[in-house]
């Protein structure tokens, strides 16, 4: 079995390899959640149960596929920065609710940091953890970059933000059903300041409204992290 993996290592390792297997995983996790319409199967989780047993059998490090695949990363960048054309088509909505906006995302940002750094400091967790922990709400690169830039460790930071995103966009729609919000925009902001890129993405199965301000929720709440996290690692 080794040795049929050495001879093959150079093509599963490579970034042509790598790239089919991360879009093939997803795509197929698209359709398998197009027809079962089954909140649980979401995409990004059915990719992660493809690749991390690929990987763990194949004995490919992290650091590896994370090269190969930079293409996606960095494509993280501008998929965000796209998500100003869908909310242009809504600008109407956002006039006469820019302060309320601006408020909402705010207090989500501060909740958002304060909640995760206490909780970990009761469990007793270091300063690395609580770092790496703070940006969890934001959008990848987001979170990646400040965590780098406070002492955490960018990879275990991606970890946490795509936990927050998958259960954020599974539990998101029917916390806000449960509790009577019925705003597009309150539901919007909700699901972008706690989830960022995948609650966005479910947010736009919930509506055209829903899913734009959740993508102008992802770029106000990375600008308020940014200038919060500074102030919070005094409790750190």
């Known amino acids: 079995m080794n040795n049929i993996l050495d001879q093959i290592r150079p093509i599963i390792s490579s970034e042509v390899f790598l790239l089919m297997l991360s879009m093939g995983s997803f795509l197929l996790g698209v359709l398998i959640y197009k027809r079962t319409k089954i909140t649980l199967l979401q995409p990004l989780l059915i990719s992660m149960i493809i690749i991390i047993p690929f990987l763990k059998l194949t004995h490919i490090d992290y650091p590896t596929f994370y090269k190969q695949t930079r293409i996606l990363n960095f494509m993280l960048g501008p998929s965000v920065v796209a998500l100003g054309y869908v909310l242009y088509e809504q600008i109407e909505q956002i006039r006469g609710n820019v302060i309320s906006i601006l408020t909402s995302v705010f207090v989500g940002s501060a909740v958002g940091i304060m909640s995760v750094v206490l909780i970990a400091k009761m469990l007793g967790a ?104 500074p102030l919070a690692e005094r409790l750190f």
Request: aromatic share 2%; hydrophobic share 55%; proline share 4%.
């Open 126 to 229: 270091d300063h690395i953890l609580m770092v790496s922990l703070a940006p969890k709400s934001v959008t990848t690169p987001i979170a990646m970059s400040l965590s780098e830039k406070s002492g955490g460790i960018p990879a275990l930071t991606a970890a946490f933000v795509v936990i927050c995103g998958i259960f954020g966009g599974l539990i998101g729609p029917i916390l806000l059903r449960k509790l009577g919000i019925k705003s597009k925009i309150a539901q919007g902001l909700a699901m972008g300041s706690s989830a960022h890129a995948l609650g966005t993405a479910r947010a736009m199965e919930m509506g055209a409204v829903e899913g734009a301000i959740s993508g102008l929720a992802i770029g106000i709440m990375g600008i308020m992290t940014a200038l919060l996290i």
